[in-house]
């Protein structure tokens, strides 16, 4: 069912034309600009603020204090009944809380004051003017210090800085470990990372005092979960109102939730009765955007002589920051990198006690691949391990331990199930589409010579398309999980698509129109797609857990057959013959066994709108040709994916050369391999540059290190290895086609997939991998030390 | 308020002119006063590319660049690449290759690779890797835009 290669994408067209419209892109009448005044400090009582000078700059407009917005708003709560259950209280504000006669930031970024100034270089100049006064307090700036008994609490209210807890498993752990041959006990410590995509944030707020409406352009992928949480916030009905959501230039994940900038900006936007636009810098973006991944995992599995695991027994400590980001995600990635430890494989005897502890440091945010890309890290790095002990090759390790294809659907002993998936055939693919052999033999002539060679291979499966009884299922209440979509075909035939999903850059735009074109059976030219307008599209859940082509495409399928049956109807008007079977297609809707009785789809439609000279319909045929339908994903879809890498290291400066990269994906059904292809190879540079270089790093006293591209090192070209694809297709028995999300993998697999060719070239040292990334320092020094190095690897 | 300096270039065969501030870049100049905004903005310090232009036909970073630097240059950016309706056959190839998927990054790539292929008509695929080194793309990675970039050949 694969659309066809050569069709138009409009999206693309524009974009290379510079004609993207993206919200800096945007000028409103009357328009100013905002900027932040932020935290110094990375845990302090703010006990003056005072912005008389700013006022006086050139071209000052005004500013928003904590103390303007307080009175003003709900606290998100993390905890609050209708979120998570395993999650703890506390009430998140926009804006630092009263704290005493102060108010209380908590990481350094924690933006304290909005100004507004006519240019955006004026808006600079007063942050630059406004003096603030911090009494500084214990930073608390890892898991560890967190969870000391003595350890500052960051938010009033809660006693200790664990904001998640929850354990969870099957089978019997204890024995596992009794009747193993060999046991192995890790700890796994996952660097900070960030998303960075190319376009920062961005919002533009506008508070209309005559329609007392509240505009906002924000990039962003969910308009409708945004526009919820800043009326819940801000305490404005939802229909009062109005999220837009222009061209986004990548979020991966970032751009998912309401920003505290955004909601401030609102208010300021009614303050000053102006429209007023805050773009983040690059720098703004490191430091207070949202960080991820950061995570101590501390593992023992269990293993018979033969190398089946028999059970595995985790902690999953995550570094979530100074808060969590919205309601579900306190969970997001303790669970999912909990769940995610059992991997492909049948581990009857699980336990996972999984954290999310308080930190001072950026709030938490997902980004691709969530807690996934740490769990299946573990689990992969413990199967070479588990090799290495037994002299077994790690191939063959994981043949003797995945899930068969004839026990799908499969309940995992973490509390998942499984859709589908022939493990075992897609790692033999890769095997054989990488020529494992000869690659083990080129490694094997690099040792003899003395030179670091090594091959990594990752088997995953990935979860997409979240549906509400899943999120019910871990705990999570009232999170809508649906996408819609609606159908309107007008009087001349053409067909009009609005849906909840926002693309970042997956084509939506070609994507779907195929997608309606195909089902509907009219020209692809005449479908358009609508998106990213609350006042304009359906309500629903929008782009996240790669599950677009799932849930929305769900919704396009339903709402598809709805038009078709409706068209179809008024289609016997015109052809007069009762009862028979027709069909459409090109455009035409014609008589099954005799094809060229047959009426133009325009006709129809014009005849749907009383704008046909032919028929007129009877009135008790509803007047339009239009649907909307929702879909809800029934149950989480499993892709599944096996990578290798192979990496030559250079002994002297450590660098890392990944050398080879091939992959075989498994995503169901592939509607359009263009866009698939598309979404794995930048999953996996993404993963490769996760694996190698990207770290935020933090000093002791709170400060981020990191704060430009000169120290998050994101991958270029020259980093990233020509990347080879293979697809194979179990359709999921769970979905609408058959189709599963896809948007992850591709980093899920190369993460680990690098770090253990990595590990694997080091073996011969006799030094382990746990702490990625494994870029030129880490490397140099396990090389240099014999020993797994700690520390950031700035330090 | 900063005194005002006079400056006049030529952008995509036109002539403009305006009177902006010593400390304004020559990006923003574009974006906000010429309301070209298909330069981009990834990082204002000069490392990802987005805002890469041709100033007297050198690839430079706009967003390192003062405008009132440009004054008196020939500048070219992103819309001055297509022939009316007729795309240029490097953003033709990058929308056939689907050398992009958010498009932030696009037109820095094309800027880019207009001059790499101008000063180097069909390089090798290592010499594009290297070439468009100094480029971000968080979506695609690379592939795609190597292709594209070879396809294409010569401007
Ligand atoms: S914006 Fe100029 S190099 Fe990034
Ligand atoms: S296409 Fe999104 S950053 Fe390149």
Same mark, same amino acid.
């Given at each position: 069912?694969?659309?066809?290669?050569?069709?138009?994408?409009?999206?693309?067209?524009?974009?290379?034309?510079?004609?993207?419209?993206?919200?800096?892109?945007?000028?409103?009448?009357?328009?100013?600009?905002?900027?932040?005044?932020?935290?110094?400090?990375?845990?302090?009582?703010?006990?003056?603020?005072?912005?008389?000078?700013?006022?006086?700059?050139?071209?000052?407009?005004?500013?928003?204090?904590?103390?303007?917005?307080?009175?003003?708003?709900?606290?998100?709560?993390?905890?609050?009944?209708?979120?998570?259950?395993?999650?703890?209280?506390?009430?998140?504000?926009?804006?630092?809380?009263?704290?005493?006669?102060?108010?209380?930031?908590?990481?350094?970024?924690?933006?304290?004051?909005?100004?507004?100034?006519?240019?955006?270089?004026?808006?600079?100049?007063?942050?630059?003017?406004?003096?603030?006064?911090?009494?500084?307090?214990?930073?608390?700036?890892?898991?560890?210090?967190?969870?000391?008994?003595?350890?500052?609490?960051?938010?009033?209210?809660?006693?200790?800085?664990?904001?998640?807890?929850?354990?969870?498993?099957?089978?019997?752990?204890?024995?596992?470990?009794?009747?193993?041959?060999?046991?192995?006990?890790?700890?796994?410590?996952?660097?900070?990372?960030?998303?960075?995509?190319?376009?920062?944030?961005?919002v533009i707020a506008h508070y209309d005092r005559g329609e007392e409406r509240l505009s906002v352009w924000a990039s962003c992928r969910s308009p409708h979960l945004v526009r919820t949480t800043i009326s819940a916030v801000m305490r404005l009905p939802q229909h009062a109102v109005r999220v837009i959501s222009p061209d986004v230039g990548g979020e991966f994940g970032i751009k998912g939730a309401a920003y505290p900038e955004g909601i401030v900006l609102a208010f300021l936007s009614r303050k000053i009765d102006r429209p007023v636009k805050w773009v983040e810098d690059r720098m703004e973006n490191l430091l207070a955007c949202g960080h991820a991944h950061e995570m101590v995992v501390e593992v023992s599995a269990a293993a018979s002589s033969d190398g089946r695991i028999l059970g595995v027994d985790a902690k999953v400590l995550v570094d979530q920051g100074a808060h969590t980001l919205g309601p579900t995600s306190a969970g997001l990635e303790p669970m999912t990198a909990g769940q995610s430890i059992v991997g492909p494989y049948r581990i009857d005897n699980f336990r996972c006690d999984a954290y999310g502890i308080l930190t001072n440091k950026c709030p938490g945010a997902a980004y691709r691949g969530v807690g996934t890309v740490q769990g299946v890290f573990v689990i992969e790095r413990m199967m070479d391990m588990v090799a290495a002990r037994l002299g077994l090759d790690p191939a063959e390790v994981r043949m003797r331990n995945f899930i068969q294809p004839q026990d799908q659907p499969f309940n995992t002993s973490a509390g998942r199930l499984y859709d589908s998936g022939d493990y075992p055939d897609t790692l033999a693919k890769l095997l054989d589409v990488s020529g494992y052999e000869r690659l083990r033999a080129a490694q094997a002539e690099a040792r003899a010579q003395g030179e670091l060679a090594g091959v990594g291979i990752c088997c995953f499966v990935e979860h997409s398309s979240t549906?509400?009884?899943?999120?019910?299922?871990?705990?999570?209440?009232?999170?809508?999980?649906?996408?819609?979509?609606?159908?309107?075909?007008?009087?001349?035939?053409?067909?009009?698509?609005?849906?909840?999903?926002?693309?970042?850059?997956?084509?939506?735009?070609?994507?779907?129109?195929?997608?309606?074109?195909?089902?509907?059976?009219?020209?692809?030219?005449?479908?358009?797609?609508?998106?990213?307008?609350?006042?304009?599209?359906?309500?629903?859940?929008?782009?996240?857990?790669?599950?677009?082509?799932?849930?929305?495409?769900?919704?396009?399928?339903?709402?598809?057959?709805?038009?078709?049956?409706?068209?179809?109807?008024?289609?016997?008007?015109?052809?007069?013959?009762?009862?028979?079977?027709?069909?459409?297609?090109?455009?035409?809707?014609?008589?099954?066994?005799?094809?060229?009785?047959?009426?133009?789809?325009?006709?129809?439609?014009?005849?749907?709108?009383?704008?046909?000279?032919?028929?007129?319909?009877?009135?008790?045929?509803?007047?339009?040709?239009?649907?909307?339908?929702?879909?809800?994903?029934?149950?989480?879809?499993?892709?599944?994916?096996?990578?290798?890498?192979?990496?030559?290291?250079?002994?002297?400066?450590?660098?890392?050369?990944?050398?080879?990269?091939?992959?075989?994906?498994?995503?169901?059904?592939?509607?359009?391999?263009?866009?698939?292809?598309?979404?794995?190879?930048?999953?996996?540079?993404?993963?490769?540059?996760?694996?190698?270089?990207?770290?935020?790093?933090?000093?002791?006293?709170?400060?981020?290190?990191?704060?430009?591209?000169?120290?998050?090192?994101?991958?270029?070209?020259?980093?990233?290895?020509?990347?080879?694809?293979?697809?194979?297709?179990?359709?999921?028995?769970?979905?609408?086609?058959?189709?599963?999300?896809?948007?992850?993998?591709?980093?899920?697999?190369?993460?680990?997939?690098?770090?253990?060719?990595?590990?694997?070239?080091?073996?011969?040292?006799?030094?382990?991998?746990?702490?990625?990334?494994?870029?030129?320092?880490?490397?140099?020094?396990?090389?240099?030390?014999?020993?797994?190095?700690?520390?950031?690897?700035?330090? | 308020?900063?005194?005002?300096?006079?400056?006049?270039?030529?952008?995509?065969?036109?002539?403009? &002119?305006?009177? #902006?501030? =010593?400390? %304004?870049? @020559? *990006?923003?100049?574009?974006?906000?006063?010429?309301?070209? !905004?298909?330069?981009?903005?990834?990082?204002?310090?000069?490392?990802?590319?987005?805002?890469?232009?041709?100033?007297? &036909?050198?690839? #430079?970073? =706009?967003? %390192?660049? @003062? *405008?009132?630097?440009?004054?008196?240059?020939?500048?070219? !950016?992103?819309?001055?690449?297509?022939?009316?309706?007729?795309?240029?056959?490097?953003?033709?190839?990058?929308?056939?290759?689907?050398?992009?998927?958010?498009?932030?990054?696009?037109?820095?790539?094309?800027?880019?690779?207009?001059?790499?292929?101008?000063?180097?008509?069909?390089?090798?695929?290592?010499?594009?890797?290297?070439?468009?080194?100094?480029?971000?793309?968080?979506?695609?990675?690379?592939?795609?835009?190597?292709?594209?970039?070879?396809?294409?050949?010569?401007?």
């Amino acid at each position: 069912m694969d659309i066809h290669e050569d069709i138009a994408r409009p999206e693309l067209a524009r974009m290379v034309r510079g004609r993207g419209r993206f919200v800096d892109d945007i000028k409103l009448p009357g328009m100013c600009f905002a900027a932040f005044v932020r935290s110094e400090v990375a845990h302090a009582n703010v006990k003056s603020i005072n912005v008389e000078e700013a006022l006086k700059v050139p071209g000052a407009i005004g500013v928003i204090t904590p103390d303007e917005v307080l009175p003003h708003v709900n606290p998100v709560r993390p905890a609050a009944p209708g979120s998570s259950e395993f999650a703890r209280p506390y009430d998140r504000y926009p804006v630092p809380p009263r704290n005493g006669d102060g108010w209380k930031v908590n990481f350094v970024g924690d933006p304290i004051v909005a100004v507004a100034a006519e240019t955006a270089h004026a808006a600079q100049d007063m942050v630059e003017a406004v003096v603030v006064e911090y009494a500084p307090l214990p930073t608390v700036g890892n898991v560890e210090q967190a969870l000391a008994p003595d350890a500052p609490t960051l938010h009033a209210g809660m006693g200790d800085n664990i904001v998640f807890h929850r354990e969870f498993g099957g089978g019997d752990v204890a024995r596992a470990f009794r009747q193993a041959d060999l046991t192995l006990e890790k700890t796994f410590r996952f660097p900070r990372q960030t998303a960075v995509p190319v376009e920062t944030r961005g919002v533009i707020a506008h508070y209309d005092r005559g329609e007392e409406r509240l505009s906002v352009w924000a990039s962003c992928r969910s308009p409708h979960l945004v526009r919820t949480t800043i009326s819940a916030v801000m305490r404005l009905p939802q229909h009062a109102v109005r999220v837009i959501s222009p061209d986004v230039g990548g979020e991966f994940g970032i751009k998912g939730a309401a920003y505290p900038e955004g909601i401030v900006l609102a208010f300021l936007s009614r303050k000053i009765d102006r429209p007023v636009k805050w773009v983040e810098d690059r720098m703004e973006n490191l430091l207070a955007c949202g960080h991820a991944h950061e995570m101590v995992v501390e593992v023992s599995a269990a293993a018979s002589s033969d190398g089946r695991i028999l059970g595995v027994d985790a902690k999953v400590l995550v570094d979530q920051g100074a808060h969590t980001l919205g309601p579900t995600s306190a969970g997001l990635e303790p669970m999912t990198a909990g769940q995610s430890i059992v991997g492909p494989y049948r581990i009857d005897n699980f336990r996972c006690d999984a954290y999310g502890i308080l930190t001072n440091k950026c709030p938490g945010a997902a980004y691709r691949g969530v807690g996934t890309v740490q769990g299946v890290f573990v689990i992969e790095r413990m199967m070479d391990m588990v090799a290495a002990r037994l002299g077994l090759d790690p191939a063959e390790v994981r043949m003797r331990n995945f899930i068969q294809p004839q026990d799908q659907p499969f309940n995992t002993s973490a509390g998942r199930l499984y859709d589908s998936g022939d493990y075992p055939d897609t790692l033999a693919k890769l095997l054989d589409v990488s020529g494992y052999e000869r690659l083990r033999a080129a490694q094997a002539e690099a040792r003899a010579q003395g030179e670091l060679a090594g091959v990594g291979i990752c088997c995953f499966v990935e979860h997409s398309s979240t549906g509400s009884q899943d999120y019910r299922r871990r705990g999570v209440y009232g999170m809508p999980a649906f996408d819609s979509a609606t159908i309107k075909v007008d009087a001349g035939g053409n067909v009009l698509v609005a849906v909840s999903a926002k693309s970042t850059g997956q084509s939506h735009d070609s994507v779907f129109a195929s997608l309606v074109a195909r089902e509907l059976g009219v020209p692809y030219e005449t479908v358009k797609i609508l998106e990213g307008d609350t006042d304009a599209v359906p309500f629903g859940a929008g782009t996240g857990v790669s599950r677009s082509a799932v849930s929305t495409g769900g919704a396009i399928r339903l709402a598809a057959q709805d038009i078709k049956r409706k068209a179809a109807e008024i289609a016997r008007f015109f052809l007069e013959g009762e009862g028979e079977a027709l069909e459409i297609a090109d455009g035409q809707i014609y008589a099954a066994a005799d094809p060229s009785r047959r009426v133009p789809f325009a006709s129809v439609a014009a005849a749907a709108h009383d704008a046909s000279r032919v028929v007129s319909l009877p009135d008790s045929i509803e007047r339009g040709l239009q649907s909307t339908r929702t879909f809800d994903p029934p149950h989480q879809t499993f892709g599944h994916g096996a990578h290798l890498a192979f990496v030559r290291i250079d002994p002297e400066t450590g660098i890392v050369k990944v050398e080879q990269y091939v992959c075989v994906e498994d995503c169901g059904t592939i509607i359009d391999h263009v866009i698939v292809d598309g979404q794995v190879v930048g999953g996996v540079a993404l993963g490769i540059g996760n694996a190698l270089h990207e770290e935020l790093v933090y000093s002791e006293s709170g400060d981020l290190l990191t704060g430009t591209f000169m120290d998050y090192l994101v991958p270029t070209a020259p980093d990233i290895p020509a990347i080879q694809t293979t697809h194979t297709e179990t359709p999921s028995p769970f979905t609408e086609g058959g189709v599963k999300g896809v948007g992850e993998a591709g980093t899920v697999g190369a993460f680990t997939a690098v770090g253990n060719a990595v590990a694997d070239a080091l073996l011969p040292l006799g030094v382990e991998v746990t702490h990625p990334p494994v870029g030129p320092q880490r490397v140099w020094r396990l090389i240099n030390s014999g020993a797994e190095a700690g520390g950031g690897q700035g330090n | 308020m900063m005194p005002l300096i006079e400056i006049r270039m030529t952008v995509n065969g036109r002539e403009y &002119g305006g009177r #902006v501030e =010593s400390r %304004l870049t @020559l *990006a923003d100049f574009l974006r906000n006063e010429l309301n070209l !905004t298909g330069t981009h903005l990834g990082c204002e310090h000069g490392v990802c590319g987005a805002c890469t232009i041709l100033v007297d &036909g050198e690839a #430079v970073r =706009s967003c %390192l660049l @003062l *405008a009132v630097q440009a004054d008196g240059a020939t500048l070219m !950016t992103v819309e001055g690449l297509a022939d009316g309706d007729e795309l240029h056959p490097l953003q033709a190839a990058f929308q056939e290759n689907h050398a992009l998927q958010c498009g932030f990054c696009t037109p820095g790539f094309l800027m880019t690779a207009y001059a790499l292929l101008r000063d180097n008509p069909n390089p090798s695929e290592s010499e594009v890797r290297q070439g468009i080194g100094g480029n971000i793309c968080r979506c695609t990675g690379y592939a795609p835009i190597i292709r594209a970039i070879q396809q294409t050949g010569t401007v």
